[in-house]
């Protein structure tokens, strides 16, 4: 399907119809800023579907608590005033920053008119969660940004992915971000760890009281039990399945090829045979080979006692306790068809911030995994295209 590209000019006249089918008269100053917004978004679909950037890249150094890590820096070509900055962070994957869709994201976010930095996390790198790490990285980034002479100071939003997100909301709460920080953007995150990892291992979530199934990526249960496996009473001596699972994870974030796939079925029976007889089970429950689930009912549970050990070690992967203390806008998106995070968590998380809080969360359709042939497929597949658009662009409008 072609992509629609409606020029650039015909945003304020668009902008100008939606408000006026919302019943909603803006006034001079708020119609520029919406028009902004939508240019901004448009701009960063053409940049996402046509892989075409007028931006330039350099390395920078980041000092973080008395050490250096690198990041990169994406700016629009001839633009170095003025600029709404981006601290973006890569995801918990063995590529970090040199990710090939991260870097398409990034140059497009950079293509709309901004200041965008992506600091390297070498414990996301090692496939460690450590938030109490990452916290740092993520506060000498932002400071770093605001203070660059392209940047206007106050205006550098935040990105997180996966994982990512609630880390991203937690560092706003750091009371040394604020003057800096302009607000923060969630792509994909989650709300309650243990409802997350039920999720991993059994496909089922629900909201409203409705339940939904997907066939679960187990790439998030295999980061996580890497991690916090033995940390679960009884099992302080499985190691090995730690490890097995972290080596796993690593092999996905090499390959890049889907988790589910038949491919990694002969490294699971290798790294089966180095693990203990007696701890096999356990790493079947983690490592089916492809086509087949985890027992739902052991899955579940195993699941309960992860969250725990996971929230016991590092407490800050709740994002729970903080919301209340996050004093920047936030904005959340999801897609539906997610099969890492269910979309019910952006839903679930946006409703557990203070009544009065500026949040809003998106859900999106656009990312399903078949393409559209239908008649009414496409329609919906359009129409899916301008909304996330509209969620782009309350997303931007952010910095």
């Known amino acids: 399907m072609r992509p629609c590209r ?8 668009l902008a100008s119809r939606l408000a006026t089918a919302q019943g909603t008269a803006l006034p001079s100053g708020a119609m520029l800023k919406l ?3 939508w240019v901004r978004s448009v701009r960063f679909a053409r940049g996402w579907v046509g892989s075409r950037w007028d931006v330039d890249e350099s390395e920078i150094e980041l000092g973080r608590d008395g050490t250096i890590v690198p990041g990169t820096l994406f700016l629009p070509a001839g633009r ?7 601290v973006v962070l890569h995801g918990i994957t063995r590529p970090g ?16 008119g901004a200041a965008v930095l992506v600091p390297d996390i070498p414990e996301w790198r090692a496939l460690r969660l450590s938030p109490a790490t990452v916290v740092p990285t993520i506060r000498a980034s932002i400071l770093a940004l605001d203070a660059r002479p392209e940047t206007v100071p106050g205006r550098t939003g935040l990105v997180g992915f996966s994982f990512g997100a609630p880390t991203g909301i937690a560092a706003a709460a750091d009371p040394s971000m604020a ?12 709300c309650d760890l243990e409802r997350t990892m039920r999720f991993q291992f059994t496909g089922r979530h629900e909201w409203a009281g409705r339940e939904e199934r997907l066939v679960p990526d187990p790439y998030g249960r295999w980061v996580v039990g890497a991690n916090y496996l033995t940390g679960i009473p ?6 090995d399945v730690a490890d097995a699972l972290r080596h796993l994870a690593a092999e ?11 491919v990694y079925d002969p490294v699971k029976s290798s790294l ?32 309960v006692e992860l969250a725990r050990a996971a929230r016991r070690a590092a407490p800050a992967l709740d994002p729970r306790p903080v919301l209340d203390r996050v004093p920047v806008p936030v904005r959340l998106v999801h897609g539906r068809e997610d099969r890492l995070i269910p979309y019910t968590e952006t839903l679930r998380l946006a409703r557990r911030f203070p009544k009065g809080a500026d949040v809003s969360a998106f859900v999106t359709g656009l990312f399903a995994h078949s393409q559209p042939h239908s008649a009414g497929a496409r329609f919906r597949f359009a129409w899916e295209g301008v909304r996330f658009l509209d969620g782009l662009r309350r997303a931007l409008g952010v910095a």
């Open 179 to 190: 003057g800096h920080l302009a607000g923060v953007v969630g792509f994909g995150g989650y």
């Open 234 to 239: 009884g099992h302080e001596d499985a190691d």
């Open 97 to 112: 920053r040199l990710h090939p869709s991260l870097l398409r994201f990034a140059r497009s976010v950079a293509a709309t």
């Open 35 to 37: 028009c902004s917004d």
């Open 80 to 86: 170095r005033a003025g600029l709404p900055g981006w």
């Open 272 to 303: 089966r045979r180095e693990i203990a007889p007696e701890r096999r089970p356990l790493f079947d429950l983690f490592a089916p080979h492809s086509g087949r689930q985890p027992d739902e009912g052991q899955g579940e549970r195993l699941a």
């Open 6 to 13: 409606p020029p650039l000019e015909s945003v304020p006249e």
């Open 252 to 262: 996905a974030g090499d390959r890049r090829i889907e988790s589910t796939s038949p």
